[in-house]
């Protein structure tokens, strides 16, 4: 595990791939359960829990652009796990 983090990084992109805000709980925590296994640590550290990314990113000992690239993919992932429900 490495023991360098980023300080946390902030967005203010409007190419935002899903509003999770407007997702209710239950079909967001249905549709991470879905996720790969280091995808869905992802979403469920800052999509479900809303905990900051530097705090996911020391639990799960990657650096915050990883925690960025499995964030956007799990983004990904729920908008299509959305279109088929």
Do not use: N, W
Not at 13 to 24: A, F, G
């Amino acid at each position: 595990m490495s023991s360098f983090f980023d300080l946390d990084i902030s967005f203010d992109d409007e190419s935002e791939p899903v509003d999770v805000s407007k997702i209710p709980a239950k079909k967001l925590l249905a549709a991470i359960e879905e996720l790969p296994t280091p995808l869905k640590d992802v979403a469920m550290g800052i999509l479900y829990e809303r905990r900051s990314f530097s705090d996911v990113s020391q639990k799960l000992g990657i650096r915050q652009s990883e925690l960025v690239t499995r964030l956007h993919r799990a983004h990904l992932f729920i908008a299509m796990h959305l279109l088929r429900t």
